[in-house]
């Protein structure tokens, strides 16, 4: 069972990118999956994250207006599109996944998803 990030990297404040989560090694079309960051110095946290059926969480401290989080069942593979990134968004973003089936309720807790990818860098200059 394996997780995928991809899709961090560089760029200037107010750009955007879109971080994918590939699985594979398991039916995480019918699972939780989850999104995280971690910045320097600081706890992670729940950026947001998807029910199978396409249901979105948004975190409490991730804005609602600049994350958009999406999945492909099919492909196994959820994005995370940040638009209008600030420097404050700077860190490592981590895809996790529950290991159990058809659950419809995203939880923001760490310890509730059982996978995690390696991480990508996504670093804002301002």
């Known amino acids: 069972v394996q997780l995928q990030a991809s899709g961090g990297g560089l760029v200037q404040a107010g750009d955007s990118l879109r971080l994918s989560c590939t699985a594979s090694g398991g039916p995480f079309g019918r699972r939780v999956m989850g999104w995280f960051r971690q910045a320097p110095g600081k706890a992670r946290e729940f950026v947001g994250g998807?029910?199978?059926?396409?249901?979105?969480?948004v975190g409490p401290n991730s804005a609602r207006d600049r994350f958009h989080i999406t999945r492909e069942n099919a492909a196994n593979t959820m994005f995370l599109q940040l638009n209008n990134l600030k420097h404050e968004d700077t860190a490592v973003y981590y895809c996790a996944a529950q290991n159990y089936d058809y659950d419809l309720y995203v939880p923001l807790e760490i310890d509730r998803y059982y996978y995690w990818g390696q991480g990508t860098q996504v670093t804002v200059s301002s």
């Open positions: 998807t029910t199978w059926k396409g249901g979105v969480t």
